[in-house]
């Protein structure tokens, strides 16, 4: 039975690198986002707006709570999910988790780059956004490092990067098992 948990900032690449490290151990995958999602049928985003912060981060809660008591699965977080509740706390007893780590300068670019909308920096400029981000990691930091594999990663763009940062969470994985 294995559990592993990606976490970090959004941007990141946790659900890209969790998918294709999924894939490669030949376990199956869950977003919680999306698990959120399917389950109560609203996207992210409205549930923010219907229940406020604090009535989904309790959504997130029960739903990382029921998550982790799945076996066989790589399950990427959302980038708030380690910092609320005791969290990081759950999926440390539960599994094994990997802190993808970037800067924010890394981050700033992939997140600009990227096709999916995200409200808490919509219509930010690279030049805003590079401080914005390392004030929220400097705020995250605290929990993220609670995990048990920290991997720094540099842009996980290109497919050949995404393969090697892989390769390089699994030599660290099977490193951890033998220890």
Do not use: W
């Not at 790589?74 to 007893?93: K, L, W």
């Not at 990997?98 to 030049?127: C, F, M, N, Q, W």
């Amino acid at each position: 039975m294995e559990r592993i948990f990606i976490v970090g900032y959004m941007g990141s690449g946790k659900t890209t690198i969790g998918k294709r490290l999924a894939k490669l151990l030949s376990l199956s995958f869950i977003d919680l986002d999306a698990y959120i999602e399917n389950k109560y049928r609203k996207t992210v985003p409205a549930l923010f707006e219907e229940k406020g912060e604090d009535g989904f981060r309790e959504i997130e809660n029960r739903s990382l709570r029921e998550v982790a008591e799945f076996e066989d699965v790589v399950i990427s977080t959302g980038g708030g999910t380690p910092c609320f509740f005791d969290n990081m706390e759950v999926m440390n007893r539960a599994g094994v988790t990997i802190y993808l780590e970037a800067d924010a300068e890394d981050l700033a670019t992939h997140l600009l780059a990227s096709k999916t909308v995200r409200p808490l920096i919509a219509g930010k400029r690279k030049e805003e956004l590079v401080p914005f981000i390392t004030e929220h990691l400097a705020r995250r930091a605290y929990y993220y490092n609670k995990a048990q594999i920290v991997y720094p990663i540099d842009r996980v763009i290109t497919k050949a990067e995404t393969h090697l940062t892989v390769r390089g969470i699994e030599e660290q994985l099977k490193r951890r098992n033998t220890e």
